[in-house]
């Protein structure tokens, strides 16, 4: 499969290493020239769960790519999503499939303003990343990836993609209910992902503060309104639970929007939190939890001199 | 007049030794033992707007005083109140005034268990100050302490007390509307105060933020609506542009609330914006701001391990 990976960052590069070792045609696009560099001089360097491997892989900014390709990978932030549909416009044919496992809500909306609601791809993942430096990668888990096709009865292509996946040892696997496991990331992420990064604590001082219950139910309550507005069930007290769950296994750990802060990048609030704000205004509920969240996120990165 | 000071931290010692100073007898009562021991070896050392001095003033815990006094100043922290008054029962006659300039809502109520509602002088002030080391203090500004009593026809013990602390340099001035000054402080208080302490900065980059008129009219409409239900009436608009003229005299200033967590102290959070969101459930109001506040003020006090 003759695939491009959009957004070469430490999940792209994890993805994009598996899917070559797999027997596919990958290239990487990047916007980074440090890192494109670093690529084209030395390499791709990724280590999967624990063991080191460089290869020598196709990388290049979109504009520099003149193919087409099959199926393409975004792994852009949130943020970035609308300027690399712009950027990759170039390398569709009627018939590329554009597979999207980006954190947060309302993103077939947007994809599905450049691409045919059969070729959308839409999917989560807990495979886990992180970028060493410039060429350098790590990668972690073991999957799966659960993805669905946008148009149900277009099933067939998404699950070629789902063979190749689970062939590259990526554990992909076809979801009935891919939209109920985005709502239910979406407020992992909503919760200990927001509240971490606001408190400035990792996930197990999160859960041990006398509080937690409260803000879980208060931010979750306010997520399944809008999911349900959106035909997603989301039942609180299960996705309390199930919070509870995923804290308890990944302990010690700073989310990823903690680590934005940290390293003065943007946060993706506004794709969690921040639409169910917003929906929640359009559709005449209130939202003061995700509401002032979002605030106050926003606030912190404007005192960190965070530009937006 | 016989004064005693309840709660001896940088403005009780800067009251005490204003008052001292201006002629009058005055007994600082305090319960730590490291301060208590060092202004009886070493005398009291302050620094009134930059001039130090040293004085011996009367010091003790107050089990260990056993008179009792014409006027009591309470200096306590909110949370602190309550114990006090138990402490200082023995001290009182029944003429003894008890001055409560504390910040926070709700002291009245509490006083008013002990204390008979004509010999209460409720108040705010401006003067502010730091404790430099045990024994060692410093004191700034120029006022005023604006009071008034309780029960507003037994004026004339407390005109007494404000010409005392006039005499003395304080500024003492009678208020005909002790209860708007002390709810648009709270105001102060339940905004900024809490907001920086919440996103770890100080005032000035607080208002720089692009969140401060959301979130302080969020949280001052809170205010008002309570304030309203107990016949005061607080303007948002002019609380915020208040809010804003204060924001912009003080600048680059840390909240005492910031300072609180800094230094791993409980924070006021419970009488400032836990009142308002606590009353607004009695009477029925929604207050998520207030509310919200309060959970994530506790929970980076779980965080950083401070018990309350």
Redesign the interface.
Known sequence: MKIAIAGSGALGCGFGYMMQKGGNDVTLLDFWEEHIKAIKENGLSVTVNGKEDNVIIPVGKPEEIKDTFDTIFIFTKSMGLRNMLEKIKHMLTEETKVVCLLNGLGHADTISEYIPKKNIIMGTTVWTGGLDAPGKTHFMGEGPVEVQNSDENEEEGTRQVVKMMADCGLNGIYSQNVHFTTWRKACVNGTMNA?CS????NIK??F?????D??NH?IVSEFSRIAETEGIKLDVEEIVNYLKATAEKVGGHYPSMHQDLKNKRPTEIDFLNGVVAKESEVKGF?A??CK??T??I???E??LGIKR
Request: charged share 20%; net charge negative; with cysteine.
């Open positions: 509240l606001l408190l400035d604590c001082q999160l041990e503060t006398s509080q937690i409260e803000l208060g209130e003061p939890y002032q969240i605030q106050l926003h606030a912190k404007d005192i």
